[in-house]
């Protein structure tokens, strides 16, 4: 993680998020979070708006397809990733720079809604196992280490469903 800088930004969509496949079939998503802050003017007793901050968003693999029918245009989301800077010259040869957020986490925010959370299933190429900060494909588990028993579904309360669908807890 060293030379990247961090951000989470709290806001609303701006649009449904756009699901684009690359050559290669993977799947990317791409969203823009508007953040406006708010402050309170006691002089009027009144809230103001300042200047919005608009950030481009991009999400991977399955994730991006879990984002892409999950949030809607107008969702209040946090959004967790690493803020990338792109350089390029615009048409007339004026040096610009933008900003996106290379997404490791994104949700509903939960203050104003409510929001009902369906696991998905495992095996495509989003899913995987979490080792340290790499992702290995495969499966659906999540684990420290490689060779937990809740890999193998043993301990998972998340897993695969039990002769009587009841969870373990």
Same mark, same amino acid.
């Given at each position: 993680?060293a030379? /990247?800088t961090? %951000?989470t930004?709290?806001g609303?969509?701006?649009a449904? !998020? /756009?699901?684009?496949? $690359?050559?290669?079939?993977?799947?990317? #998503?791409?969203?823009t979070?508007?953040?406006?802050p708010?402050?309170?003017?006691?002089r009027?007793n009144e809230?103001?708006d300042? /200047?919005p901050l608009?950030?481009?968003? @991009?999400?991977?693999?399955?994730? #991006?397809e879990? +984002? @892409?029918?999950?949030?809607?245009?107008g $969702?209040?989301? %946090? =959004? +967790?990733?690493?803020?990338?800077?792109? *350089?390029y010259? &615009?048409?007339?040869? +004026?040096?610009r720079? *933008?900003?996106?957020? &290379?997404?490791d986490?994104?949700g !509903?925010?939960l203050?104003?809604?409510?929001?009902? =959370?369906?696991?998905t299933?495992?095996?495509?190429?989003?899913g995987?196992?979490w080792r340290?900060?790499?992702?290995?494909?495969?499966?659906? *588990?999540?684990s420290?280490?490689g060779s937990?028993?809740?890999n193998r579904?043993?301990? &998972? !309360?998340?897993?695969?469903?039990s002769?009587n669908?009841?969870? !373990?807890?």
């Amino acid at each position: 993680m060293a030379g /990247e800088t961090p %951000i989470t930004i709290i806001g609303n969509l701006t649009a449904d !998020p /756009e699901l684009r496949f $690359t050559a290669n079939g993977a799947p990317v #998503a791409n969203f823009t979070v508007a953040s406006t802050p708010r402050s309170f003017d006691s002089r009027t007793n009144e809230w103001k708006d300042g /200047e919005p901050l608009y950030l481009r968003c @991009a999400v991977w693999r399955q994730y #991006a397809e879990n +984002v @892409a029918e999950s949030l809607k245009k107008g $969702t209040q989301v %946090i =959004v +967790v990733g690493k803020l990338k800077a792109s *350089s390029y010259q &615009d048409r007339e040869g +004026v040096k610009r720079t *933008s900003f996106e957020i &290379d997404v490791d986490e994104v949700g !509903p925010c939960l203050r104003f809604a409510t929001a009902q =959370v369906t696991k998905t299933t495992g095996g495509g190429q989003g899913g995987g196992q979490w080792r340290g900060n790499q992702q290995s494909g495969g499966g659906d *588990s999540w684990s420290s280490s490689g060779s937990s028993d809740r890999n193998r579904g043993g301990n &998972d !309360p998340w897993g695969a469903p039990s002769q009587n669908d009841e969870p !373990p807890f």
